[in-house]
């Protein structure tokens, strides 16, 4: 048996904002990042939709990128003090992952973070409050995901945390919010919805449900990113409705080493972050030549390739088609394609290597390796992550 969750409502398309005012409810709690949404005027717009429906607001702002467990907790004791029945969290993926953390917090108050890192323990929410999700990034999909990534700096660690009781109740996917992007996040971000969508459909828990929106994401993503990234914005509309539909793949069928060692790089280095969708993009033409060892996954990378126009006569050849276009893609978009060229080479070679043993093991314990197709070795994923720093050949 498999199963398939989406939150109860999505809403899409221009002006899907305002769909804020018909929910129901006493007291709605707004969990933003830095500034953005207030800038342009949505956060003022949501506030007044949430009064309309007769809702006592209060906000939660200034989430950083790639939330704490500190300001998790944070927010969970300002939910506690205000006791809404709406968490309502609009803008990138960082502050409604930190408000998914949050919501079990502030219904469970002794829970620990250490309980929630175990995939799909989470107690059970909506004994307090529903959850709705407003992206304003074209990537991470978390409004319809059942995932949140909170970062534990002390120990220098993303943690993916995994269960089906954090999809929200309600997503509100209005183009309008992404068009405010500028370009370095429509490339990050679209990077990491390709990421999502084709190792969803390259997991081992791939089904049915989940291969069309995989494909489809997949072939809007190639279609319109670059165009997005140039300023198209009848494309930049397209990528975040085909972001949405890589995440409803992924979060079904789940993910793979690609992010597994995204999460794990992510904050391991004292010179600075890798952003999660540059790393996504970086690594993903490494990790598809060392999954293609195996020929399930290499006749699924086969078929992508196929679908979205490559050409090859076997299995092989595609592959290297679909290497070669992702490749170009990165390219076009301004990624890198190693580490050790990643924001004029703020990642030290000395440091890395030093961490790199401890780095592997990390993301071979990471919660989306295990749906990964081909299951690495200590050894390989040190070769691995070895080839992601350098950019070298992929030949185990």
Not at 59 to 68: H, K, Y
Not at 210 to 224: G, R, W
Not at 231 to 253: E, I, V
Not at 354 to 362: F, G, H, Q, R
Request: net charge negative; hydrophobic share 40%.
């Amino acid at each position: 048996m498999a199963r398939f969750t989406l939150p109860r409502d999505l809403y899409h398309g221009k002006g899907s904002l305002a769909e804020l005012k018909n929910l129901k409810g006493k007291k709605a709690i707004i969990v933003v990042g830095g500034g953005s949404m207030k800038r342009f005027g949505f956060l003022d717009k949501a506030v007044n939709y949430l009064k309309e429906a007769g809702m006592e607001v209060r906000l939660f702002e200034n989430v950083e990128p790639d939330p704490s467990v500190e300001t998790v907790m944070r927010g969970a004791q300002a939910m506690r003090e205000f006791e809404p029945d709406w968490i309502v969290s609009m803008g990138g993926g960082s502050p409604i992952d930190a408000a998914k953390a949050m919501w079990a917090f502030y219904e469970y108050p002794d829970t620990t973070f250490e309980q929630l890192i175990t995939p799909f323990s989470f107690p059970t929410l909506r004994q307090k409050a529903k959850f709705c999700a407003i992206p304003s990034t074209s990537g991470t999909a978390t409004e319809v995901t059942a995932f949140s990534v909170i970062t534990d700096y002390a120990k220098g660690i993303k943690y993916p945390l995994a269960d089906f009781n954090i999809t929200p109740d309600v997503a509100i996917v209005d183009p309008e919010l992404a068009e405010t992007m500028p370009a370095k996040l429509t490339a990050h971000t679209g990077m990491d919805a390709m990421t999502h969508a084709i190792e969803a459909y390259v997991s081992t828990l791939h089904c049915n449900y989940t291969d069309p929106l995989a494909l489809h994401a997949i072939k809007m993503i190639h279609n319109d990113l670059i165009k997005s990234y140039n300023g198209d914005m009848d494309a930049r509309d397209r990528m975040h409705d085909a972001q949405c539909l890589a995440g409803m793949a992924f979060s079904n069928a789940l993910l793979g080493i690609v992010h597994s060692m995204a999460h794990k790089t992510g904050a391991a280095y004292t010179g600075g972050h890798i952003v999660h969708g540059c790393a996504n993009a970086m690594y993903l033409p490494k990790v598809i030549k060392y999954n293609a060892k195996v020929a399930e996954a290499a006749h699924r990378y086969g078929e992508i390739a196929r679908f979205i126009g490559l050409n090859g006569n076997s299995d092989e050849e595609l592959v290297d088609a679909l290497i070669v276009e992702i490749k170009s893609m990165n390219k076009a978009l301004n990624i890198p394609t190693c580490i050790k060229e990643y924001e004029g080479g703020i990642i030290d070679e000395k440091e890395f290597n030093e961490k790199l043993s401890s780095v592997a093991t990390l993301a071979i314990g990471d919660a989306c390796t295990g749906s990964n197709p081909r299951q690495p070795s200590q050894e390989e994923m040190e070769k691995l992550l070895k080839a992601c720093y350098y950019d070298l050949p992929i030949d185990f």
